[in-house]
C-alpha cells in the first residue's frame, strides 16, 4: 500500500531563528544603555514616563485587538513594550501623565491597529504618536526639563532650550555660529555623554551608539540605514559648513545634537516600515538625512528628524517596487 507521503501547504516552509518576540526583546535590551543615561539625568521622571507609555500602550493594544480586531492577541510579542518606550524616548521627562496617555493611544489605536497591527502599519507608531502631542501639545513638548544628575525629588525642574535651538534662534537673530558655541553652556562631551537638555532617549550619544552596535551584533538590523542618515547628514553639514562656517553649525554638533541618533538607529530601523532590500535602506536613509538638514537649517523647527523619517516611511512602498529583488529564475531585460 502506497504512503503519501507529501504535505501540502501554505508557506512559509522555513523559519529563521528569529521570532518577533526574541526581535523585540533585543531592541529593549539595547535600549538600556540610553535608559540607564535618562535615569541618571531625570530621576524617577525618566521611570515615571517610560512606565506609563509602555503600560499605555499595552493597554490600548489589548483593548483595539479585544473589541476591533479578532484573534490572537499580540501583546506578548514585546512590539508594544518597544513601541512604549520609544515614545518615552521621544518626549521631555516632565510631560505630564496624561498627554503620554494620548500619545500611547495614537500610537496604537491610529498609527498601528487602524492598519491591522503589527506588520500593516506603514508608518513608525511611536513617531506618529510624538509628531502627534508636538502639533497638538507645543508647549508641554517643548520645555525641557535641565539635566541635574541623580535627582531623586520629584520636584519641579527648571526648564531650559535645547542645543538645537539655541544654535537655531541664535542663528536667526544674526548671531554667528562660533559666537553662539561661545557662549554654549555644554561642551561636546556634554552632547556626547547625555548632559545636555532633550527628550529622554536622545540625549546621550554613546548610549544610543552602543546600542546599535548591540542590535547589529544580534542581527537585528543592518549597517545601511543608520550609516545611510548619519553620513548625509555628516556630508551636507559639512558642505554647509565649509561654505560658510558662520551661518551653519558644524557636522559635529548635528550628529551629537537632537534625535538624530535615536532616529537613525531605533526609529528608521523598523523593520515593517523600512525597504526591504540593501539598496533600498540606502536610498531611504540618504532621503530621511537630507530631509533632516533641510528642516533643521531651513525650517520652521530646530529638528526634523521625526518628519523626515515619517515622510520616507510614506515613501517605502515606492522604493521597494522600484528596487525590488528578481525573482529566482526572471530573465534580465538586456
Partial sequence: MAINKLTVSMSPHDYGKYSVKKIMSGVVLAMIPALLVSVYYFGFDAIRVNLIAIASCVFFEWLFQKIFIKGKLTINDGSAVVTGMLLAFNVPSNLPWWIIVIGALVAIGIAKMTFGGLGNNPFNPALVGRVFLLISFPVQMTSWPKVS???????????????????????????????????????????????????????????????GLFMLFRKIITWHIPVSIIGTVA????????????????????????????????????????????????????????????????????????????????????????????????????
Avoid: C
Wanted: overall charge neutral.
Fill in 235 to 334: 556630508i551636507f553639514t559639512a558642505i554647509l559648513y565649509g561654505i560658510n562656517p558662520e551661518t551653519y553649525a558644524s557636522p559635529v554638533f548635528h550628529l551629537l545634537t537632537g534625535g538624530l541618533m535615536l532616529g537613525a538607529i531605533f526609529m528608521a530601523t523598523d523593520m515593517v516600515t523600512s525597504p526591504m532590500t540593501g539598496k533600498g535602506m540606502l536610498v531611504y536613509g540618504v532621503g530621511i538625512g537630507v530631509i533632516t538638514v533641510l528642516i533643521r537649517v531651513w525650517g520652521a523647527y530646530p529638528e526634523g528628524v521625526s518628519f523626515a523619517i515619517l515622510i520616507m516611511n510614506a515613501v517605502v512602498p515606492l522604493i521597494n517596487n522600484w528596487l525590488k529583488p528578481k525573482r529566482f529564475g526572471e530573465t534580465i531585460k538586456k
Fill in 149 to 211: 544628575v541623580l535627582n531623586f525629588a520629584m520636584t519641579d525642574a527648571q526648564t531650559g532650550a535645547t542645543p538645537l535651538a539655541i544654535v537655531k534662534e541664535g542663528l536667526k537673530n544674526g548671531e554667528s555660529y562660533s559666537s553662539i558655541m561661545n557662549s554654549m553652556p555644554h561642551e561636546y562631551v556634554d552632547m556626547l555623554m547625555g548632559n545636555i537638555g532633550g527628550s529622554l532617549g536622545e540625549i546621550s550619544a554613546v548610549a544610543l551608539i552602543l546600542g
